[in-house]
Antibody, heavy 118, light 107 residues
Framework: VQLQESGPGLVKPSGTLSLTCTVSGYPINNGYYWGWIRQSPGKGLELIGRIYHSGDTYYNPSLKSRVTISVDTSKNQFSLRLTSVTAADTGVYFC????????????WGRGTRVMVSS | SYELTQPLSLSVTLGQTARITCGGNNIASRNVHWYQHKPGQAPVLVIYRDSNRPSGIPERFSGSNLGNTATLTINRAQVGDEADYYCQVWDSQTACVFGGGTKLTVL
């Protein structure tokens, strides 16, 4: 199983951050949860949210008003959209797989660095 | 909200044992997972549910969880083990908590 994040490395303040995670070696619609995690200098690792293969989602309450995670099973991808970004959203964004609701993240992507700056 | 506390850094002599701790209130009642993260690479799960090793992880890696402290033990530490190590639990089935991470240096 491999995961690969992709998307712009620079986003303007108040803009929208959009990332895609492409999964290989495992069909997303076979099950499992698929999550986005970020690492910010001031906050360490933080779960942004996750999506079940059926489309059910969970979002971190601190980000919920700005986050959308969606899945495209035809492309074996899932995506993150974060609106109204500020400098505090700068960091490295990882996608990862979770076999079940409270299990470990068993496979991760390498991460993609996103900077919010004008 | 639940919090996990890890030492910022730990140094170990080549070939000796490294013990990385993760503190939390009654953490023994939760399943603790451990990740190894080297710069520029994908994080790797090294221990899940306190003490289980995923396929491909060396037997030198082990975990324990007792009282208010979970511990990741790395026997016969190698230069290749230098990395940041994170513990993680679920506060509920949705609230994910990570420790702040420990930077392991092998001297």
């Amino acid at each position: 199983v491999q995961l690969q994040e992709s998307g712009p490395g620079l986003v303007k303040p108040s803009g929208t951050l959009s990332l895609t995670c492409t999964v290989s070696g495992y069909p997303i619609n076979n099950g499992y949860y698929w999550g986005w995690i970020r690492q910010s200098p001031g906050k360490g690792l933080e779960l942004i949210g996750r999506i079940y293969h059926s489309g059910d989602t969970y979002y971190n309450p601190s980000l919920k008003s700005r986050v959308t995670i969606s899945v495209d099973t035809s492309k074996n991808q899932f995506s993150l959209r974060l609106t109204s970004v500020t400098a505090a959203d700068t960091g490295v964004y990882f996608c990862a797989r979770v076999p079940d609701a409270a299990e470990a993240f068993d496979f991760w992507g390498r991460g993609t660095r996103v900077m919010v700056s004008s | 909200s639940y919090e996990l506390t890890q030492p910022l850094s730990l140094s170990v002599t080549l070939g000796q044992t490294a013990r990385i701790t993760c503190g939390g209130n009654n953490i023994a009642s939760r399943n603790v997972h451990w990740y190894q993260h080297k710069p520029g690479q994908a994080p790797v799960l090294v221990i899940y549910r306190d003490s289980n090793r995923p396929s491909g992880i060396p037997e030198r890696f082990s975990g324990s969880n007792l009282g208010n402290t979970a511990t990741l033990t790395i026997n016969r530490a190698q230069v290749g083990d230098e990395a940041d190590y994170y513990c993680q639990v679920w506060d509920s089935q949705t609230a994910c908590v990570f420790g702040g991470g420990t930077k392991l240096t092998v001297l």
